[in-house]
């Protein structure tokens, strides 16, 4: 290793005094045994693949996640990968040697120390991280950004320095990235992945660090050397295309990253408990559909609500309709089964199938149901048998001020459509005219309430962060939940958020964020609930999110919508032509 400094060479023209000083820096710097290492291991020369995997065997790391890692960079085109800086060096080599593999147009801006390494230049483009002013960082730049313009792949670590102790945190952090970050993700079509290495540096690293600080960049040599047999952990988050990341700023755009970075943190996991349910009971076979045809048949007609292209929509009590209710409870079944949240029994059914109004999609030729909703009217409930008489009861407490207990509403629960129709715009659109036909017969319920179930499907990151961004601090006090969800926000996610969306918590702002944290964090690119964005557009407020222990631990996110201040725009698609009724009734 000619380029390192002998430290024998040094020994043979100094003083006594200067050769303990040598010998001291020595020990701290690790000059010496990098020396020895580089020589005994016939480093010098080799190529940039064999020289990476040789200091990593010779280091005998145990690195965790590389697979993942691997996975998730995409095959072609523009791609930022960034990550934090935990050591400051060995994480750089870990991760050119192993997205290198997937990408081979690979180039990493890695501070110019690592030119010690002449072996590996080939993967960097050389910048000065301490002097943001330095003229050589222009050029470096500027081929970084052509180097993405042209298709390719960059990684790097906007923090530009090593992780490191913040008196103000109580807790090492990254420094705030270089917008430089932001920059290029404004490039055409570019896609972000980001990247999170769990691991810390010496404790005398942090000591002296915190001592004076520049003093740190001559400590890592030593640090990559003290890593021996260390276990490494990279998680690696999902691809983000740059529409997610939309700013008119690319600082903003550059802390939002390092956020989507801490995201994928592998401290910050909650395991679901496990399913109440552990076996599956086979389903009811499906209710004979003439029996429902007889029953639809004897309904008063009020209690027909609307008709589209051979579906009709109904309400109806189960008194009046025992088997629909029944085939209700069946498909509900089927279909929570899917999501993880059935019951296991072979239907779906409680106590207040009995007092709650069934709203549901038939279609006309075959009386097959494709879809329902059950309603609780709350100020007949709540009169029959208090609070108790509401299921959300269970899952909140609800204080005075609480809009179920000021003026009646409509409790909405366990909603559904069919496999064939999950996702369509017909079902949703049936579903919604026929609560805009209920409501404008009976006017008195101006507000609707209730939970959107988010499936443990979810990653815990992904239900953390629904509830931190829909949920508004407002509600506090109004209602709360029983039984929460045991798992705190990460703290620079919390701070994150706290500083950038502040008390726009649940509107367009916020949902944009959280749509970029779930493609981040989702494998198969789940985003908001669709029940959740369909009420975002009606205007909906969230409360608080609680979990259901009587629906297999699933998470409910309450939220209330007060329709005459729906748009208007979707009260004329859902109430058709009495909205202007509906709205202006006393």
């Known amino acids: 290793m000619n380029h ?32 020895r290492l580089y020589q005994l291991h016939k480093m010098q020369g080799l190529e940039k693949e064999v020289f990476a995997d040789r200091l990593i065997s010779l ?25 934090n800086h935990p050591f400051g060096g060995i994480e750089g080599v870990i991760l050119a040697r192993a997205i290198g593999q ?40 500027r081929h970084c950004i052509s180097h993405v313009k042209n298709g390719n792949a960059l990684l790097l670590f906007p923090a530009g320095k090593v992780s490191y102790y913040q008196r103000n945190k109580g807790r090492i952090s990254e420094h705030p990235w270089n917008k430089i970050v932001g920059r290029l993700l404004s490039i055409e079509n570019c896609q972000y992945v980001p990247v999170f290495v769990n691991g ?27 890593k021996e047999g260390a276990r490494i952990n990279i998680h690696t988050g999902f691809a983000v295309a740059n529409k997610y990341i939309a700013s008119d700023s690319h600082v903003k755009k550059a802390n939002f990253m390092r956020t989507l970075s801490y995201a994928q943190d592998g401290t910050w996991r909650y395991k679901w408990p496990a399913d109440t349910v552990q076996e599956h009971k086979p389903l009811a076979k499906p209710v004979d559909a003439s029996l429902i045809k007889t029953e639809i048949a004897a309904l008063p007609n009020n209690q027909h609500l609307a008709s589209f292209k051979g579906f009709k929509v109904y309400f109806a009590h189960q008194h009046q309709a025992p088997n629909t209710v029944t085939e209700i409870a069946r498909l509900r079944e089927l279909v929570f089964r899917q999501h993880n949240e059935g019951s296991g ?20 030729e075959t009386t097959r149901i494709v879809g329902a909703y059950r ?85 815990s990151r992904s239900v953390n962060l629904i509830q931190h961004l829909l949920v508004s601090q407002g509600s506090a006090g109004a209602v709360c939940a029983r039984h929460t969800m045991p798992f705190a926000l990460h703290p620079e996610l919390e701070e994150y958020i706290e500083q950038n969306i502040g008390e726009a918590k649940g509107t367009e702002l916020a949902t944009n964020h959280l749509s970029a944290f779930l493609q981040s964090i989702e494998p198969d690119g789940k985003d908001i609930p669709v029940l959740a964005k369909q009420y975002l557009k009606m205007g909906a407020k969230f409360h608080a999110l609680g979990i259901d222990t009587s629906f297999n631990h699933t998470p409910g996110l309450l939220l209330s ?5 729906a748009p208007d725009k979707l009260l004329k698609l859902y109430l058709g032509k009495d909205f202007e009724a509906y709205k202006n009734y006393c």
């Open 4 to 35: 390192v400094i002998s430290i024998n060479n040094l020994f043979e023209h100094a003083s006594r005094r200067t050769r303990l000083m040598v010998w001291f820096l020595d020990r701290i710097l690790g000059i010496a045994k990098m020396n």
């Open 59 to 83: 280091l005998k790391l145990d690195i965790q996640g590389l697979d993942q890692l691997k996975a998730n960079i995409p095959a072609e085109g523009p791609v930022v990968i960034a990550s």
């Open 102 to 141: 997937v990408r081979p147009d690979l180039k990493v801006l890695a501070n110019k120390g690592l030119g010690i390494f002449v072996e590996l230049k080939d993967y960097f483009i050389f910048t000065n991280p301490l002097s943001q002013n330095d003229p050589k960082n222009g050029p470096s730049l």
């Open 200 to 226: 810390e540096n010496s404790s005398m690293f942090y000591r002296i660090e915190r001592i004076y600080f520049r003093l740190r960049m001559l400590l890592l040599g030593r640090e990559l050397l003290n």
């Open 345 to 364: 029994e072979p239907i779906d059914t409680d106590r207040f199938d009995a007092t709650y109004t069934h709203l549901f999609i038939v279609e006309s």
């Open 375 to 459: 309603m609780g009217l709350t100020d007949k409930l709540i009169e029959q048998e208090g609070l108790n008489g509401l299921y959300l009861h269970k899952m909140f407490n609800f204080g005075a001020d609480f809009v179920n207990r000021r003026e009646p509403c409509m409790e909405m629960g366990r909603s559904f459509l069919i496999p064939e129709f999950q996702g369509s715009y017909q079902g949703l659109l049936l579903l919604w005219r026929g609560i805009g036909a209920f409501a404008c017969q009976f006017p008195q319920y101006r507000t609707l309430y209730g939970t959107v179930s988010i499936s443990k499907l979810y990653d």
């Open 561 to 565: 919508v007060e329709l005459p201040k």
